[in-house]
């Protein structure tokens, strides 16, 4: 049972690339989230999915797309990255909405120069 | 929407001596009350949760309690240790359930 798993770890993009951040999760949970987590700013909702087959704009959505894939896979992208999109990501997910317990993925360390 | 703040920003404490970290938030329609701990370079993870009808939960040497009418809730962290030195996250549930609002996290640091 690995719980939430991220790929990749690490990543460097130079500005206008574009990348995929991928999660999955193994707990049979309905909601997956997307975070982004800055020095200073806490933990910012990018996008989240409330069950399989829906998707929702979190508080910071400009510049990122999702998709749920499947229920256990949601996955993040960025078309064309910013420096300003420099930023550790966080993929979450819970069995039903963010009022049980979240568990979150290790992270993702991106950095666009 | 939701506006969580914490306060403070950072806490110091010797060790064995407590901690108390308060969380204000804004909707009134939030029920579902979290903390999370994040240790250096490691993901967030639930450490402990009260929901709107509750007033008060322990679990060891950490605890938090719910004031709803001000609106505020805090975690209590006794005989702290250096393994409690951590960024700690408040957050509230949003009018809905699907989503939480976070503060910014408070850093605490347990002096040995």
């Known amino acids: 049972n690995a719980g939430v798993t991220q790929t990749p770890k690490f990543q460097v993009l130079k500005t206008g690339q574009s990348m995929t951040l991928q999660c999955a999760q193994d707990m049979n949970h309905n909601s997956m989230y997307w975070y982004r987590q800055d020095p200073g700013m806490g933990l910012r909702l990018i996008y989240y999915s409330a069950s399989e087959g829906t998707t929702d704009k979190g508080e910071v959505p400009n510049g990122y797309n999702v998709s749920r894939l499947n229920k256990r896979e949601f996955s993040l992208r960025l078309e064309s990255a910013a420096p300003s999109q420099t930023s550790v990501y966080f993929c979450a997910s819970s069995m039903t909405g963010m009022n049980t317990e979240a568990f979150f993925g290790q992270g993702t360390r991106l950095t666009v120069v | ?112």
């Open chain 2, 1 to 112: 929407g939701e506006n969580v703040e914490q306060h403070p920003s950072t806490l110091s404490v010797q060790e064995g001596d407590s901690a108390v970290i308060k969380c204000t938030y804004s909707d009134s329609a939030s029920n579902y009350f979290p903390w999370y701990k994040q240790e250096l370079g490691k993901r967030p993870q639930l450490i402990i949760d009260i929901r709107s009808n509750v007033g008060e939960k322990k679990d060891q040497r950490i605890a938090v309690t719910l004031n709803k009418t001000a609106k505020h809730f805090s975690l209590h962290i006794t005989e702290t240790q250096p393994e409690d030195s951590a960024v700690y996250f408040c957050a509230a549930s949003i009018r809905g359930n699907n989503r939480l609002a976070f503060g910014k996290g408070n850093q605490v640091v347990v002096i040995p």
